[in-house]
Structure formats: structure tokens, C-alpha cells
């Protein structure tokens, strides 16, 4: 969906009649992109990537078709087996996709995902009226109301995910684009640069800092995404980043080192009153149990726990195990 706002604020600015398609309801497919959608105009043009384009056309005739006073449509499309292998889908499914006219969708909602906050989409519909009022979530606001604690749980596992709710007032499309993790780097090497490579492969955003202090304002600016991987073993550097990090309340915090490290920095962080119930949130030694041997293989293993961590999976981390560290 973020890749889409350049071309939406665009197509408003130029009075085009557009359309944004995304999906309800799904059943199938296999594995797919959760934040997929698509712009369409009236002349047929298509952004965005929804289905491989499996059904490009028809959401364009759907469209096109809609009249002035409508504000949503719900279609359903369906793909079967010989086609999805066609159109190089992992398997054939079905979709109820919503298409609503640019102007039915608030400014507020390209702003903010312009700006790469967390936030949700509600959107309420009337599919006996063809009508649907949609209304903006950020990460920070307080839930109102079913839909709104909803998109506060899909935010909070920190990647995107969509959630249809049935109740008396109809159907309600909950659509959540949380701040993608932004991993903050203590320490050099080779090892951190794979961790920076791994994390750009998963969309992340990356920094590697070298000081306290550089360390404090990256996390400071990025709290609500941030997730520290300390690789330094320098007391004067990692004791008060964990420190810090831990009153931020950031969503993630690691350390790498041995058994032997990971004791000595707990003693520091002791020393300088740091409570047991954050040290609890501190993953140390870093990383999933893998058995990872080579730097590639320990950024994997770093990069899955905090994927893990971060949509409040049960794994098994090394600080959970008492073999030992490498495989």
C-alpha cells in the first residue's frame, strides 16, 4: 500500500477518477503480499500488485461501471487451478474485493503512510447501498471501539495485515500498515553488515551506530520501530544502550556474546538499576537456536527471532536453551 501513494496523491491532484481495490475476504492463493492493492483508473491504467494481475481487467470493468454517487463495491473474483498456474499463482482461491473512488478515502491515510508511522484504515460498509465511510487509526490512539482495539492488535505485531468484522452494524474492513522494524546496530564488523543486508531483504530499515550516545538518539528518533542488536562487548557502549533502549520500551532488544558476556552484562545492567522485569526483555545470547555457524547464518537467526518477538510468536531462542551457541 505505500508504494501506491505517490500515484494516488497524484491522480487526486490531476482530478482523475481513480479507484483503490484491495481485498475482504480471501480463500486460497497461497502465499500472497498481506498489504497488496491496486489503483485503477477509468482509462484502464493499473499500480500496484494484487493477485499477480490475475484480475486486473475485471476490477478495471468494475470500476468503470460504478456510478457517481457510489462509494464502495464489493465484487467477488475467483481463480481455479489451471489458471493460477497461468498467472503463476501458487494455487487457485476466491476474493471479495473492495474498490472505492479515491475521494472516498481520507488525505490523512496517504499522509501518514507517506510518513511511515503506524497506522490503520477502518472502513465501515453498506453493500445494500453501495456506500462505505472510512476513517483513519494511528498506533498511538486509544481504541473506541471493536474496530479501533482490532487495529491496535494488527499494529502491534508490527507488519501489515487486514481483518473483515461481522457485527450488527454490517461489515467493517480493518486495515493495519504498521512502521516497518528499524533495526538499530550497536557494534561493527562483518557481521553487522549481513544483519543490515538481511533486514533490507525483509523491507526493514537498518543503522548501524558505534556509540552510546549515536545509539540513544537513533533509538530516541525510531521508538516505536526500533529493535537494538547490540554486537559490541565494550561495557562502556552496550550497558547503557541496553539501559536505554529498555526505557524506551522499544519493541525489540538483543545482545549478542557468550553465556560468559551475557552474565556480565547482566550484573552491569544490575548496577545501574535496571529491573528485573526489563532484563527479561533482553535477548541474550541473541538469536533463534539454529545451529548458525557463518555470519549469514547468524543475521538469519537474529533477523527470525525478532520477527517472532515482534508478532508475539512462541520461539525458541538461544537464551531459552542451554547447548551451545554455535551449531
Not at 273 to 289: F, Q, T
Request: net charge negative; hydrophobic share 45%.
Amino acid at each position: 500500500m505505500r508504494e501506491l501513494v505517490e500515484t494516488a496523491r497524484r491522480w487526486v491532484a490531476e482530478g482523475r477518477a481513480g479507484f483503490l481495490a484491495r481485498p475482504v475476504t480471501e480463500q486460497g492463493f497461497g502465499p500472497r503480499d498481506p498489504a497488496g492493492a491496486l489503483l485503477v483508473d477509468a482509462r484502464g491504467e493499473c499500480v500496484g500488485n494484487l493477485y499477480r494481475g490475475v484480475f486486473d481487467a475485471e476490477l478495471v470493468a468494475e470500476a468503470g461501471s460504478m456510478g457517481a454517487g457510489e462509494t464502495a463495491r464489493v465484487c467477488e473474483v475467483a481463480v481455479g487451478a489451471g489458471e493460477a498456474v497461468e498467472a503463476r499463482l501458487t494455487c487457485g482461491g476466491q476474493a471479495e474485493v473492495l474498490i472505492q473512488p479515491l475521494g472516498a478515502v481520507p488525505a490523512e491515510w496517504w499522509d501518514l503512510l507517506e510518513q511511515g508511522v503506524g497506522v490503520a484504515l477502518v472502513t465501515r460498509l453498506n453493500e445494500a447501498a453501495d456506500q462505505a465511510v472510512s476513517h483513519v487509526v494511528r498506533a498511538v490512539d486509544a481504541p473506541r471501539d471493536d474496530a479501533g482495539r482490532r487495529a491496535g492488535e494488527l499494529l502491534g505485531t508490527r507488519r501489515p495485515g487486514r481483518d473483515a468484522l461481522y457485527g450488527e452494524a454490517g461489515l467493517v474492513l480493518v486495515e493495519a500498515y504498521p512502521s516497518a522494524p528499524y533495526v538499530v546496530i550497536g557494534g561493527g564488523g562483518e557481521l553487522a553488515g549481513v544483519i543490515a543486508r538481511q533486514a533490507e531483504l525483509l523491507g526493514w530499515g537498518a543503522e548501524l551506530v558505534e556509540t552510546a550516545a549515536d545509539a540513544e538518539k537513533v533509538l530516541t528518533d525510531h521508538r516505536d520501530a526500533a529493535c537494538l542488536v547490540l554486537l559490541s562487548h565494550d561495557p562502556d557502549f552496550d550497558v547503557p544502550t541496553i539501559s536505554r533502549a529498555l526505557a524506551l520500551e522499544v519493541p525489540y532488544v538483543g545482545a549478542l556474546g557468550s553465556r560468559r558476556t551475557t552474565a556480565r552484562r547482566r550484573e552491569g545492567l544490575l548496577a545501574a538499576r535496571v529491573s528485573e522485569p526489563r532484563l527479561a526483555r533482553v535477548h541474550g545470547p541473541i538469536g533463534l537456536d539454529l545451529g548458525a555457524r557463518t555470519p549469514a547464518e547468524t543475521a538469519l537467526a537474529i533477523c527470525a527471532e525478532i520477527l517472532g518477538v515482534l508478532g508475539g510468536r512462541e520461539t525458541r531462542g538461544l537464551r531459552d536453551s542451554d547447548g551451545p551457541l554455535r551449531g
